[in-house]
């Protein structure tokens, strides 16, 4: 049982490129949620999804897009990086209970 | 404002003391109250949570709405016990949304 897998584990990136960070869980959650961790800021929510479809934006959303592709997965897209944007990134997904499952975060550096 | 305040980086104790990593929250309705906790090298994962009111490997926290407080509390730190804890808030109804603290970096020096 996997849980919440996110792939890569690391990326570096040049200012300017784009890529996606992947989330997949095998845990039939219908929320999911994205999150970036940086040293003396906690954890801030990026967007999140609360059922397949739909898509909200939460504390820091500038920079990025998202993708509910279906259930199981729910994508981060930064569409041209900037330095601002290296940072831990993770993934969650929650049920009813609201207890979040998180993954083991993509480690993203911006030159 | 929904906000969640950890005042302290980082708290060092010895193996054996007792341990209090204090949290504060600011929340207009009835939240519910979390604790998180990320080991070395490993995933973020639930400690424990204030509706359970139950004790996760020694550790207990009260909600305490008058203070708007939720301290994470040991009586006797273990080594193991080094990691970062992150508090966090759910409003209910709120989707699962979390609001995370600053976290805190717990040392237990032998």
């Known amino acids: 049982n996997a849980g919440v897998t996110q792939t890569p584990k690391f990326q570096v990136l040049k200012t300017g490129q784009s890529m996606t960070l992947q989330c997949a869980q095998d845990?039939?959650?219908?929320?999911m949620y994205w999150y970036r961790q940086d040293p003396g800021m906690g954890l801030r929510l990026i967007y999140y999804s609360a059922s397949e479809g739909t898509t909200d934006k939460g504390e820091v959303p500038n920079g990025y897009n998202v993708s509910r592709l279906n259930k199981r997965e729910f994508s981060l897209r930064l569409e041209s990086a900037a330095p601002s944007q290296t940072s831990v990134y993770f993934c969650?997904?929650?049920?009813?209970?609201?207890?979040?499952?998180f993954g083991a975060g993509t480690r993203l550096s911006v030159l | 404002a929904q906000r969640v305040t950890q005042p302290e980086k980082l708290l060092s104790v010895f193996k054996g003391a007792p341990v209090e990593l204090k949290c504060n929250y600011s929340?207009?309705?009835?939240?519910?109250l979390f604790w998180y906790v990320q080991y070395s090298r490993q995933r973020l994962q639930l400690l424990l949570r204030?509706?359970s009111r139950e004790s996760i490997k020694g550790f207990t926290a009260d909600l305490n709405k008058g203070e708007t407080s939720f301290h994470l509390k040991k009586p006797f730190a273990q080594e193991e016990d080094s990691a970062m804890y992150y508090c966090a808030l759910s409003g209910r109804g709120n989707t699962g949304k979390l609001i995370f603290g600053q976290g805190t970096t717990l040392q237990v020096k032998p």
């Open positions: 929340y207009s309705g009835s939240p519910e």
């Open positions: 969650a997904s929650s049920e009813a209970s609201n207890i979040q499952y």
């Open positions: 845990m039939n959650h219908n929320s």
């Open positions: 204030h509706i």
